[in-house]
């Protein structure tokens, strides 16, 4: 449910309060009581939507983390995989690693959209070094040699 129908669940209760209070208007006249409970009413409107923000913000906040977590998890895994199948086939060491780290970028980017936009993580630098940084936390915990640097050339 969106945040702006949250909000017009207490608006919408206290118009309907406040047309039961304009009916009995003309039998009786408005005292500081009725003012001061209308004075509460709105207070506490606006409590209660600010907390369902807050809370409903922080829920979507910890979802799109999820997600990029996830996303991030499993393009970590491609790149390993796509590493290790392009050193197979004899491809040099600097360009396997480019490939499979553009091939998991390419899968982090379709997989995660939503989350990258929200934590604004546009920069290419950024999600490599959020990339390879996840892959090696997956090769060390597979018991993999941890490095996933490319060897210096040969001179």
């Known amino acids: 449910m969106r945040l702006q129908t949250l909000m017009l669940v ?3 209760a206290l118009s309907l309060i406040g047309a ?3 009916a009995d ?3 009786a006249p408005v005292g500081l009581a009725e003012i001061g409970a209308w004075g509460i009413a709105t207070a506490l409107t606006g409590a209660i939507v600010y ?10 906040d ?6 990029l977590h996830l996303s991030l998890r499993t393009g970590a895994g491609l790149f390993i995989a796509s590493m290790t199948e392009l050193l ?3 491809v040099s ?3 396997a690693k480019q490939l499979a780290l553009q091939k998991g970028l390419d899968y982090v980017r379709q997989a995660a ?3 990258i936009a929200r934590f604004k993580l546009h920069d290419d630098d950024f999600l490599a070094d959020m990339l390879t940084s996840t892959a090696t936390q997956l090769k060390l915990g597979a018991g993999m040699p941890s490095s996933l640097t490319v060897p210096a050339p040969a001179a």
């Not at 907390?51 to 979507?60: A, Q, S, Y």
């Not at 910890?62 to 997600?67: K, V, Y």
């Open 10 to 12: 207490p608006i919408a």
């Open 20 to 22: 039961a209070l304009a």
């Open 25 to 27: 208007a003309a039998a």
């Open 51 to 60: 907390v369902c923000e807050r809370l409903l913000g922080i829920k979507i």
């Open 62 to 67: 910890s979802a799109h983390r999820a997600s």
């Open 88 to 90: 197979a086939k004899g």
């Open 93 to 95: 060491p600097a360009e």
């Open 113 to 115: 959209p939503d989350p």
